[in-house]
């Protein structure tokens, strides 16, 4: 053992010196997680507790019915402000979202004439087709009630005839719950720090540990070590050690930054979650051993590295939920090792399932751990 962590200490104390390992280990994490958790902040806005979402309606005389559709406009956590019409100065900016409904709305539904509705958006891709679903079913519900209301009236609709619409029972109602302990969409932060966190160990990992291996066989440090008193297993442990101990600092780092300077909430495993990235480690620092086996050159090493940490994370549901993705997406996330550990890091987090819900993708990491170990010794030369 005096070997293996006489090898460690000094590869992790040589990776630690190099500037880009700085860089890379506790400069770049809290950007990418300022980042991406504020791009992906919106993302669940306006659902189950989120602030409500602003909107201008435009409507010339809407009549009686605009307290229908405002009404229902709320019920789908939008804030409307209504105008007459949107005429804006060279120096004024165009409202985020805007719908826009036919003049006379009241007087036209009442002579059973058609509106039209149009409904434009500058939000992000992510939350732009929410949005239109969320217009859309406020509106079909007031078209709905209006039919209701219109059917039950014996005169005319009126706004007194929606009034005693609203005020009567539903007979039919669909209760929404959250699919675990959360109450709380995650998103933001609390999507992009796990993700990031996975990334960014996996891609330091791959770089700079793949490097390491190749520039000590062209400078004949390991030829070196092949004439050192210690056997080939005792050189090949302490290289995975020293990648170990560069994980371990990578995700304590990012540990601490999501937790102070972005208020990560982790639920209440934290154990198991430092269980789950502890393994995830683990397949990490034999994932470079082996590409620093397999490559030939430095360039191919990072090249390789980045590309398939960059994406492994896009496919794993690191960038974003992997919820939001299309349907082959998310079957191939969980034969990945990304989408392992999301998918326990989900559940931990997101679910509060328990610790016992990770379990299966613990053991699935720390097998592929040592089968990803065992290629690297067995492509592992020391020239």
């Known amino acids: 053992m005096r070997n293996i962590f006489f090898?460690?200490?000094?590869?992790?104390?040589?990776?630690?010196?190099?500037g880009s390992t700085l860089l890379w280990v506790f400069i770049m994490p809290p950007i990418f997680f300022y980042f991406i958790g504020t791009v992906t902040g919106g993302f669940a806005s306006g659902v189950s507790g989120g602030a409500a979402t602003p909107i201008t309606v435009v409507a010339e005389s809407p009549g009686f019915l605009k307290d229908q559709i405002d009404l229902r406009l709320r019920d789908n956590d939008f804030e409307p402000e209504?105008?007459?019409?949107?005429?804006?100065?060279?120096?004024?900016?165009?409202?985020?979202?805007?719908?826009?409904?036919g003049p006379n709305l009241s007087q036209q539904v009442s002579a059973d004439e058609q509106v039209p509705a149009n409904f434009e958006t500058s939000a992000n891709a992510l939350t732009r087709d929410f949005e239109i679903i969320r217009v859309q079913r406020s509106l079909y519900t007031a078209l709905a009630d209006i039919i209701v209301a219109d059917a039950n009236s014996a005169d005319e609709l009126s706004a007194a005839a929606l009034i005693d619409l609203n005020e009567q029972p539903r007979i039919w109602q669909l209760a929404v719950s959250s699919a675990g302990q959360r109450i709380e969409i995650p998103t933001g932060f609390e999507q992009a720090v796990p993700g990031i966190l996975v990334m960014f160990t996996l891609l330091v990992l791959l770089t700079s540990g793949g490097t390491l291996l190749i520039a000590e066989r062209k400078q004949g440090l390991l030829r070196r070590l092949a004439s050192a008193p210690m056997t080939r297993s005792e050189v090949v442990a302490g290289k995975w050690l020293g990648r170990m101990v560069l994980a371990a600092i990578q995700v304590?780092?990012?540990?601490?930054?999501g937790t102070f300077l972005f208020k990560m909430n982790w639920g209440p495993d934290l154990g198991m979650i430092i269980v789950i990235l502890t393994a995830w480690a683990g397949f990490c620092a034999s994932?470079?051993?082996?590409?620093?086996?397999?490559?030939?050159?430095?360039?191919?090493?990072?090249?390789?590295?980045?590309l398939a940490a960059n994406l492994l994370a896009a496919l794993g549901g690191c960038?974003?939920?992997?919820?939001?993705?299309?349907?082959?997406?998310?079957?191939?996330?969980?034969?990945?090792?990304?989408?392992?550990?999301?998918?326990?890091?989900?559940?931990?987090?997101?679910?509060?399932?328990?610790?016992?819900?990770?379990?299966?993708?613990?053991?699935?990491?720390?097998?592929?751990?040592?089968?990803?170990?065992?290629?690297?010794?067995?492509?592992?030369?020391?020239?």
């Open 7 to 18: 090898v460690a200490f000094n590869d992790a104390r040589y990776q630690l010196r190099q």
């Open 82 to 101: 209504w105008v007459e019409t949107l005429e804006l100065t060279s120096e004024e900016e165009a409202p985020t979202r805007t719908l826009t409904i």
């Open 252 to 257: 304590t780092a990012a540990l601490a930054f």
């Open 287 to 306: 994932a470079g051993l082996w590409l620093g086996s397999v490559v030939n050159t430095e360039a191919q090493a990072g090249g390789l590295g980045v």
């Open 319 to 383: 960038w974003w939920p992997i919820e939001v993705t299309p349907e082959w997406m998310q079957m191939l996330q969980k034969f990945i090792p990304t989408g392992w550990t999301m998918d326990a890091l989900h559940k931990l987090i997101s679910f509060q399932s328990g610790a016992a819900s990770a379990l299966p993708q613990f053991a699935i990491l720390v097998v592929a751990s040592f089968v990803v170990g065992w290629l690297a010794v067995r492509r592992f030369e020391y020239q």
